[in-house]
């Protein structure tokens, strides 16, 4: 899907055309509508499809007519009815007349670009939207950060009430999450890194102001996902710990059990022998049978009592 937009001073609309200062938006583009873009403004059409990528690496690549920025922007993947954090590449593609961004699918790094809902934005300040986007992208994955916690502290609470399986793998999953937003935003940091010493880029005062806070947000986000990703590594330890101590525990008064049920079956089956009564205590006794189930149940009853003092039970 191919999208076009357009500002001035005061305006903001979505064109037919693209014209010098336009914005052209790729969403997951086909392979006509990247041949038409490659076309008309010159561009490797290899560059067009890098974003399409999923495994496509975060770089900064300066061509004789244009600038390739690709980095790693935070989206929602939908696995087994829930929505999980992972990361997509994103493209943005500087020409002298245009701006173009390519990505797999719609991401709210842009969504507030498309509606020109954000401040001091045009699309003919190229660099300025450039930067603007990738502010954007640093405080979008703060955000998603916080999600991740809270999600993971919901989890926490219900694995102390329950020990599923399903809580395990939602902690799993969040803890993957996190992986990757770890990797990318190292990834970013390199882009960011590059494009402060980058001089095809032209910078002004406050371009490079922006520049800085993104930096700075990158890097917020890169320790709030170290911290989250450690806080989430101890806690499936400790409760992979609390799972193990339990099972075992259940082992444990299972064999209990076992051994104190074991009494009277081993006095019932000496009585069960087929032999003579002759010498057999209370064979000959008309309450033979229930001083026998007393006796079993007073060594069953000392046996327990025997159990509970070791603090077994």
């Known amino acids: 899907m191919e ?4 500002s001035t001073v005061d305006t903001f609309n979505e064109v037919e055309e693209a014209k010098n200062g336009s914005w052209i938006n790729l969403v997951n583009p086909t392979q006509n509508e990247m041949i038409q873009v490659a076309n008309e403004f ?18 900064v690549s300066v061509e004789s007519n244009y600038t390739l920025i690709l980095v790693d922007v935070p989206t929602l993947e939908n696995r087994n009815n829930k929505d999980w954090y992972v990361t997509i590449p994103l493209g943005i593609i500087v020409t002298e007349e245009v701006i173009i961004t390519t990505c797999l699918q719609e991401t709210n790094v842009l969504k507030d670009f498309t509606t020109g809902s954000v401040k001091d934005f045009y699309t003919f300040m190229k660099t300025r939207f450039i930067f603007q986007m990738l502010y954007k992208n640093a405080k979008l994955y703060l955000q ?7 999600k993971s502290n919901e989890v926490e609470q219900k694995l102390h009430q329950s020990m599923k399986n399903e809580e395990l793998i939602e902690l799993l ?22 494009l402060v010493r980058l001089k095809a880029i032209k910078k002004y005062p406050d371009d490079e102001d922006l520049l800085d806070d993104t930096i700075v947000e990158n890097q917020q986000a890169m320790e709030m996902a170290s911290i989250y990703g450690n806080i989430l590594s101890g806690m499936m330890d400790a409760f992979a710990s609390v799972i193990s101590n339990n099972q075992n525990t259940v082992m444990k008064v299972l064999a209990l059990i ?3 049920m074991s009494i009277p079956t081993m006095v019932f089956s000496a009585y069960g022998m087929n032999v003579d009564g002759i010498g057999m205590p209370f064979a000959n006794s008309p309450l033979g049978f229930w001083i026998i189930i007393g006796i079993s149940f007073l060594f069953s009853v000392l046996v327990t009592g025997y159990f509970v003092k070791k603090k077994w039970f």
């Not at 999208?3 to 357009?6: D, T, V």
């Not at 999953?173 to 590059?194: A, C, D, G, W």
Request: charged share 40%; no cysteine.
């Open 3 to 6: 999208k076009i937009y357009q």
């Open 42 to 59: 010159d561009i490797d059409i290899e560059d067009l499809r890098a974003p399409l990528d999923s495994e496509e690496r975060s770089r």
């Open 144 to 150: 998603y950060l916080r999600a991740i916690d809270r």
């Open 173 to 194: 999953e969040l803890e993957k999450s996190l992986v990757y937003f770890t990797t990318s935003l190292r990834t970013n940091e390199r882009v960011l890194e590059k």
């Open 258 to 260: 076992t051994i104190i």
